[in-house]
């Protein structure tokens, strides 16, 4: 496992091709508890119309489609501990 920043880490979430899933793990705003998701970027096929009433990357987050649930994700960036890309794991200091 590597370790990266959590500058490192948003940033590869931001930049991550949306054509393939990978995991990141990260602890939930709402009640503290650690999540892993399996997600993907890009993902459009479930979009209901309508735009975001404010900018994600202004608030720190990125959107994801959960491949779990089926449903779109908000993730804040700083809340990542630990990402995985094509089978690597990154881990978050």
Known sequence: M?????EQAARMVEGYNGSRIFTVTFVKRTNGEIRVMNCRKGVTKHLQGGEAKYSFRDKGLVSVFDMQKQAYRVIALESITAVSFNGVQYKVI
């Open 2 to 6: 590597e370790t990266v920043t959590r």
